[in-house]
């Protein structure tokens, strides 16, 4: 979702009035297609028993295990006939109106470009990597197909209600590092988890942070970090039940009700909380000294 501190104020150069770019597929680099290659091999082998079966499938029905960069074109084609997205470049992170527009109307919005060899286990900025491994095969899924679509929509809405950063972190602790149950077990499922090879053991395996049971007030008003591993992890029971609460709930009294409560700090658990793992916060307390 896009931060407004990275956002231009109209579309660069060669972009379209909704900021969309040509790919540009055949300019990239041998370089750039193996950088794919190496972020694709490690964390394929990674995530068999550790990702939700809905992003394993998605991963193979799209055939992104193919070499190199994945053609949107190809992607979209395959996408459009299961669940009616496709994929678009974009320059960058972009305004919320442009982000929210496009995936109401199914459309992705993706970075054309590729981090660097020596950029593997970290980039502030999202790439091809992160958007097309991370989200895409999601994507392939109907239910969380139609989440994300409906959470566009609801996008649409809160321009004009001042909610747009209770949304931002609804998005954040489900469709970039949300978890999931699945047959008694968790599963990753968000992006910035499953395109990253140390979160990928860290949120499942490490005893530092939180797993909460998801409640949608309760993630609406929780802090985030971007700069570093999660300390609270939101557990969806499943994706048929987030989109229903998604479409069942209305959002404008709950916005309001929300406004007159405290932000949640980071890793902080609260009465109605349901824990599934009180983590021991030691990765936080080691990086903070």
Do not use: C
């Not at 974009?90 to 919005?109: C, I, S, T, Y």
């Not at 970075?111 to 091809?128: C, H, K, M, T």
């Not at 566009?152 to 970039?176: I, N, P, S």
């Not at 499942?204 to 309760?218: V, Y």
Request: proline share 7%; net charge negative.
């Amino acid at each position: 979702m896009a931060q407004d501190t990275h956002v231009l104020a109209a579309p660069p150069e060669g972009a379209g009035a909704d900021w969309t770019i040509p790919q540009g597929w055949d300019r990239y680099t041998a370089e750039e297609h193996a950088t794919w290659d190496t972020l694709f091999a490690r964390q394929s082998k990674l995530l068999p028993g550790r990702a939700s079966e809905a992003y394993l499938r998605g991963l193979d029905v799209l055939k992104l295990s193919r070499p190199g960069i994945p053609d949107f074109e190809e992607l979209s084609d395959r996408l459009m006939k299961l669940t009616g997205w496709q994929v678009v470049a974009v320059p960058g992170l972009v305004p919320d109106d442009v982000f929210f527009d496009h995936m109401a109307n199914r459309r992705f919005v993706a970075g054309n470009f590729i981090r660097r060899p020596d950029q593997l286990d970290y980039l502030q900025e999202p790439d091809v990597f992160h958007d097309v491994f991370g989200h895409v095969p999601m994507l392939a899924d109907p239910v969380f197909a139609d989440y994300l679509a409906a959470y566009g929509r609801g996008g649409q809405r809160a321009l004009g209600m001042d909610a747009l950063k209770y949304l931002g972190r609804l998005y954040w602790y489900t469709v970039e590092f949300g978890l999931v149950r699945e047959d008694g077990d968790l599963r990753i499922y968000g992006a910035g988890i499953v395109s990253s090879y140390s979160e990928s053991r860290f949120a499942l395996e490490d005893p530092s942070p939180n797993r909460i049971g998801f409640d949608l007030a309760r993630v609406m008003r929780t802090e985030y970090r971007i700069d570093d591993f999660q300390q609270n992890y939101f557990v969806i029971p499943s994706y048929e039940e987030l989109l229903r609460t998604t479409l069942e709930t209305d959002f404008a009294p709950l916005y309001e009700e929300i406004k007159a409560l405290p932000d949640i700090p980071v890793a902080e658990i609260v009465p109605g909380d349901e824990v599934v793992t009180r983590g021991t916060q030691d990765y936080a307390k080691a990086k903070l000294g």
